[in-house]
């Protein structure tokens, strides 16, 4: 059996199943732990003051999705209000016409002859008379013929006018038999009127009785008559009576 060289006592052999570091000191493996530690906390330190990385790379990256863009709006059109609720126009304002100024009133003194006279023979109607004789209703025929010669004109001229048939008699009876006697003496005049074409409907009757004259045959005579005149147009003998001194 060999003896041991002295470089295998100096360097005894290693222990197969012994753990490395177990000889250490027990110092030294307390310095590599502050160590680390410290080193630990710096690493930690320079972490949190490092700007934050970004997030997504282009390995990990998330697709967006694609957004259209927006299409354009179509003008807006104006909503026409109900008719009720827009107020009508205001019409302009109409103009003030102005009235020329009116002639100066000539006084009735101031008009001459020839006026009037024209004014009466144009806007006038001289009455008609048909005599009678005493207590007769027969009507004088000249007289008639005469008023139908004259009655058609006027009353062509007055369409809308009443012809007025008024009957008289003379005081020589009694008041009754004189408003009698002077409506018969028209209601015959009217008759006869209505046989030559007169209209009825123009033709209006009415009694006037008595006249005021006495005991002068002429004025008595002159109340037995019936007196014809155009209702609504003046009386051409009373214009004249008028112009007269």
């Known amino acids: 059996m060999l003896a041991p060289s002295p470089s295998a006592a100096l360097h005894p052999p290693a222990d197969a199943c012994a ?27 320079l972490w949190l003051q490092a700007p934050a990385a ?21 003008p807006e059109t104006p909503v026409p209000l109900p008719a009720q609720i827009l107020a009508p126009p ?11 100024p009116a002639p100066p009133a000539v006084p ?16 006038c109607f001289a009455p008609l008379t048909i ?18 010669a004259i009655l058609p004109k006027a009353l062509s001229r007055h369409a809308d006018a009443t012809l007025l048939v008024e009957g008289h008699a003379d005081a020589s009876g009694s008041e009754d038999l004189n408003v009698l006697l002077s409506y018969s003496r028209a209601k015959a005049v009217a008759e006869l009127l209505k046989k ?10 009415r009694a006037a009785g008595a006249g005021a004259a006495h005991g002068d045959a002429d004025a008595v005579a002159n109340d037995r008559k019936a007196l014809l005149r155009i209702a ?4 051409c003998d009373q214009l004249t009576a008028v112009k007269r001194p």
Do not use: Y
């Open 19 to 45: 753990v490395a570091g177990e000889d250490a000191p027990a110092w030294l493996a307390a310095a590599f732990a502050v160590a680390g530690t410290l080193v630990a906390m710096m690493s930690a330190a």
């Open 54 to 74: 970004p997030q997504a790379t282009a390995a990990i990256a998330v697709p967006q999705p694609i957004v259209a863009a927006p299409a354009p709006k179509p």
């Open 90 to 100: 205001m019409p302009p304002p109409a103009a003030i016409p102005i009235e020329p």
């Open 108 to 123: 009735a003194a101031v008009r001459s002859e020839p006026q009037r006279a024209a004014k009466a023979s144009t806007e």
């Open 131 to 148: 005599a009678f004789e005493r207590g007769s209703t027969r009507p004088n025929p000249a007289d008639i013929k005469r008023a139908l």
């Open 196 to 205: 030559d074409g007169i209209p009825p409907q123009q033709i209006a009757v």
């Open 232 to 235: 609504g147009v003046d009386d």
